[in-house]
């Protein structure tokens, strides 16, 4: 059976992607050897480090005075880094969800925290729009996808003081005016590569300006200055990262990945609507394209672990929603194919015919 992977981290991958990575750990190019035993100094790996920074880069369009970091650590040490390196007095976050709750949490060890507004009081079901991000504030950090509620703010924001956002779940899922962000950074493991790397773009001219000592290692600048080359980088999660980019690009780019997302989601979200037994749990205009909750409707409730079952049965993996909103969760990156969500959706309407009240 045809089996579709919907978890919402570490997720799907392109089938071809795992192949060239599978097969570089067994024998890297003509070297005779395998990706994992050589060391990151040789030319041959400089090179996958290159390639990917650069095609990184030319994907999302970056401009000039930025640099594009591989490091290790996840997504949450990010939340301690970016106030170790960034935060002076005061920085100004967006609760949006557990995620973001988590990188408020590690700001505070750091300074000054203004929480501008939280959706935290509706179980984060949407995302809040009326704030005001206080002009004296170091930063201002927002979570673009909220890859546990399906929540996702997919405009670049104009903000009075450096933009920092945690793009851990749909970077690489639409075109993002990087100009506007001062930071972006995120996990691989959704939607870029295998788990064990960390992308971080830095504007420049944003670093430096602390008074702290910052330990090197936690030290943005060391890796700008090392070409994410300070000490041993995840050398097989970014060979993969690379793979997943030069895949991207010949699929048409991340223009060509929007498309693709808001066609799998109007899919999905249409017979979410459409569906009696079934209902959304995010506020329509704050939908998600990549994580897509919804419950079972309240007549219908009880049928939530055999519904479970039966999309099990029928291929569809990791539609479990988190527990902190239950229900379902269709996590939708990239390489799903659309295939994949009309099958979810005819097992939602097979479903339906089994079980729908008189
Ligand atoms: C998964 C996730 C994280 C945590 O990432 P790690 O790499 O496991 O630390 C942080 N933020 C968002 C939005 C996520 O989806």
């Not at 970056?62 to 990010?78: D, H, K, Q, T």
Request: aromatic fraction near 10%.
């Amino acid at each position: 059976m045809k089996k579709y992977n919907f978890g919402a981290g570490p997720s799907i991958l392109p089938q071809e992607v795992m192949k060239a990575t599978a097969d570089a750990c067994v024998e890297f190019g003509d070297m005779g050897l395998s990706l994992m035993e050589i060391s990151h100094r040789t030319k041959e790996f400089q090179a996958v480090m290159d390639e990917a920074q650069a095609l990184f880069k030319e994907l999302l369009d970056i401009p000039e005075g930025y640099s594009v970091l591989f490091v290790g650590g996840g997504a949450s040490l990010e939340f301690c880094m970016v106030p170790y390196n960034l935060l002076e007095k005061k920085a100004a976050y967006l609760n949006t969800g557990v995620w973001a709750k988590k990188a408020l949490k590690e700001a505070k060890l750091f300074g000054e925290v203004v929480e501008v507004a939280s959706s935290a009081d509706a179980n984060y079901t949407f995302i809040p729009k009326d704030y005001e991000i206080p002009a004296d504030a170091d930063y201002f950090h927002i979570t673009t996808n909220n890859t546990i509620y399906g929540t996702e703010l997919r405009q670049d924001l104009d903000s009075p003081v450096p933009l920092v956002a945690d793009m851990s779940s749909d970077i690489f899922s639409r075109p993002v005016d990087v100009s506007k962000y001062g930071l972006i950074y995120g996990g691989a493991q959704k939607n870029l590569s295998m788990a064990g790397v960390t992308f971080v773009i830095v504007k420049d001219e944003l670093l430096g300006h602390v008074s702290r000592t910052i330990p090197t290692m936690l030290d943005y600048r060391t890796h700008v200055d090392k070409g994410s080359m300070f000490n041993t980088p995840p050398v097989v999660p970014i060979y993969c990262a690379l793979q997943n980019l030069k895949w991207i690009k010949a699929q048409g780019g991340v223009k060509e990945m929007e498309r693709r997302a808001h066609e799998r989601a109007d899919l999905l979200y249409a017979e979410i609507d459409r569906n009696p037994l079934f209902k959304g749990t995010a506020a329509k205009e704050d939908r998600s394209l990549m994580n897509i909750c919804f419950v079972m409707a309240d007549e219908y409730k009880e049928l939530e672990a055999d519904f479970l079952k039966f999309a099990q049965s029928k291929g569809m993996q990791g539609v479990k929603g988190h527990r902190s909103v239950g229900g379902f969760r269709a996590s939708c990156y990239n390489a799903m194919p659309l295939e994949g969500v009309q099958a979810l959706v005819d097992c939602m309407k097979e479903f339906e015919d089994l079980h729908k009240k008189a």
